[in-house]
Nanobody, 115 residues
């Protein structure tokens, strides 16, 4: 089993930046292609970004392309999401998991973009 603890969220003004972290437990983090997801109030959870197990390939939802960057540190078992040029529509709870959501979801970290 792998468990995830997301952190780094907060309240930020439009145009601001945040860096999210996802700390994974266990020894198999580096085996998995990983992703960030988000869920806004009243909406279903949606894909944000993904990265291959070795970090050599990434992909993004159209809504965040060019603004967000996903990365990972396998030795430290941490997944990152650098978010720049934040917009109010980025407000959501952000989660990490494998690309297919294989493991239990963590608590997520709240990101609120508001002036």
């Amino acid at each position: 089993q792998v468990q995830f603890v997301e952190s780094g969220g907060g309240l930020v003004q439009p145009g601001g930046s945040l860096r999210l972290s996802c700390a994974a437990s266990g020894n198999t983090f580096s085996n998995y292609n990983m992703a960030w997801f988000r869920q806004a109030p009243g909406k279903e959870r949606e894909f944000v970004a993904r990265i291959t197990w070795n970090g050599d390939s990434t992909a993004y939802a159209d809504s965040v392309k060019g603004r967000f960057t996903i990365s990972r540190h396998n030795r430290m078992k941490i997944l990152y999401l650098q978010m720049n040029s934040l917009k109010p529509e980025d407000t959501a709870v952000y989660f990490c998991n494998t690309v297919v959501g294989y493991f239990a979801w963590g608590q997520g970290t709240q990101v609120t973009v508001s002036s």
